[in-house]
Nanobody
Framework: QVHLVESGGGLVQAGMSLRVSCAASGRTSDVYVMGWFRQAPDQEREFVAAITAINWNSGSTYYADAVKGRFTLSRDNAKNTLYLEMNNLKPEDTAVYYC??????????????????WGRGTQVTVSS
């Protein structure tokens, strides 16, 4: 079992920055891929970013086109924490942001179906 807890959401103005965190606990040494998804009201949960081979420092990072160049993944393996740095935020970035993890090797992590473990989410609201 892997337990995920997101934090760091809030209300910001357009153009500002925000960093959300995902603290993992449990069998974190078995985790292969971690990602961020977001869900706006009345919309499906969508991919934001993912990182593979997270415990082996040899993986890849992926970003949705909508956030590429503005959002950046980083991690602190000692703290078992994954960060999503969000810059130049736009009102359309408003959503609940969810952290996800899975232990299956080889997954890229762009689909919600690739993840077994999910956090409860943190709200990010960007005002215009």
């Amino acid at each position: 079992q892997v337990h995920l807890v997101e934090s760091g959401g809030g209300l910001v103005q357009a153009g500002m920055s925000l960093r959300v965190s995902c603290a993992a606990s449990g069998r974190t040494s078995d985790v292969y891929v971690m990602g961020w998804f977001r869900q706006a009201p009345d919309q499906e949960r969508e991919f934001v970013a993912a990182i593979t081979a997270i415990n082996w420092n040899s993986g890849s990072t992926y970003y949705a086109d909508a956030v590429k160049g503005r959002f950046t993944l980083s991690r602190d393996n000692a703290k078992n924490t994954l960060y999503l740095e969000m810059n130049n935020l736009k009102p359309e970035d408003t959503a609940v942001y969810y952290c996800a993890a899975d232990q299956s090797w080889g997954r890229i992590g762009k689909s919600v179906r690739e993840y077994r473990y999910w956090g409860r989410g943190t709200q990010v609201t960007v005002s215009s």
